[in-house]
């Protein structure tokens, strides 16, 4: 039988090849393919060679008890499609880390200190961009009742072909009586603060900048906050947009820290700080399996075994639980059991109205919530 008359739209090799063309030709495989080229014939070899072997390899880890997990190894790259999508490994690994030193706040502060235009025209450099996050740093601190914060500066907003950098502070207030209100004269203050900041810094003669500020005390915007600062922003087709005299200044912030700690939140000091006040600086990280360094079946540590190509992955003994990552039939079993078993003569009656319930608001059905790992909740309108 020749190709065309296998072709057919009810044959198997119809849909496969129409598979393939679809993957072929997706978005994220375009994009994929037109940084790895622009990096490759500018001399950014190495980088390039990091996004194409993205996702192909994977860590094999094993506790204590024989207990065993595989999860996929990324480039953590901002402008791999891959690193760059929300919910990657890299969004998740900055999220649950800033979760577990935020999320305890009885208020989260957020400020967002913009640069005027002329600023990011000039591509600042890393020792520029570093300097003038420690200010923001200052003046949340002068300002308010806070024992450390995180910065992470925004290189783009919404808009593509433009750099507009914008520096954004999450922090903890406490001791305010449940709230983070602040006068409208200090907002005015903190503007003046920042405007004269950068006029001095950059040698501009600017007005009056902009400083955005708002303050949570629901957790569940406290979460949506910290994902949306923690997100990648120059991602693969933002990159594409930009000149090239962009792209190589952004390129040449390769080893800037841009998400910093400071205060007792610190690298160095916020374990014991937590610790101090009772709170798991741990929690939400080993809640997301592919991040948990403990094993959810006997609570002992993973160890590291070796690197395997996920092809190599026994799909016999081992599950895909999600994107990222596999993990043997025990710890499969335990994951799924969590919830316990349902009780009965109540599914029975309602799982196909909650079933279409929830479908139509986009949820998976209310019994299912508590067998959702992070990674699954993160899209959860709050």
Known sequence: MSLTEQMTPDSSTYVHIQGKLAQTFSPNTLCKEWVIEWLAKNGYEKKALRITGCGRKAIALQCA??????????????????????????????????????????????????????????LPSKAELSKIEKEAVKIVKDNFNTPGCMVRAHLMGNEIEKLHIHVNVLFPIIDTNGT?????????????????????????SVKMTNVFYKFD???????????????????????????????????????????????????????????????????????????????????????????????????????????????????FAVMMNKAGPPSAGTVKENKSKSK???????????????????????????
Not at 180 to 200: M, P, Y
Not at 234 to 263: D, I, M, P, Q
Not at 264 to 277: I, M, S
Request: hydrophobic share 35%; aromatic share 10%; charged share 30%.
């Open 65 to 122: 008890n024989g207990h065993q997990k595989r999860v996929r190894m990324t480039c953590h790259l901002e402008i791999c499609p891959t690193c760059g999508e929300k919910r990657s490994l890299a969004h998740r690994k900055r999220y649950t880390r800033a979760l577990d030193r935020l999320l305890w706040a009885p208020v989260l502060g957020y400020m967002v200190f913009t640069l005027p235009k002329e600023v990011s025209d000039s």
């Open 180 to 204: 983070g209100r602040v006068s409208k004269e200090t907002l005015d203050t903190l503007r003046k603060q920042w405007t004269e900041i950068v006029n001095k810094q950059f040698n501009l």
């Open 217 to 331: 005390t629901n957790h569940r915007k406290m979460k949506h906050k910290i994902k949306y600062v923690t997100r990648a922003v120059v991602v693969a087709e933002k990159f594409l947009s930009l000149s090239n005299e962009a792209k190589h200044w952004y390129l040449s912030l390769s080893g800037w820290h841009n998400t910093r700690w400071y205060g007792k939140l610190a690298n160095c000091k916020y374990k014991d700080y937590l610790k101090e006040r009772g709170i798991d600086h741990t929690a939400n990280r080993e809640q997301d399996i592919a991040l948990a360094k403990q094993c959810p079946v006997c609570s002992s540590k993973f160890r590291y075994i070796e690197v395997i190509p996920c092809g190599d992955i026994d799909r016999s003994q081992f599950r895909q639980i999600e994107r990222d990552v596999w993990v043997d039939r025990v710890i």
């Open 356 to 382: 279409s319930v929830s479908l139509k608001k986009g949820r998976l059905p209310p019994q299912k919530y508590k067998n959702l790992t992070l990674f699954e909740t993160m899209d959860m309108k709050p």
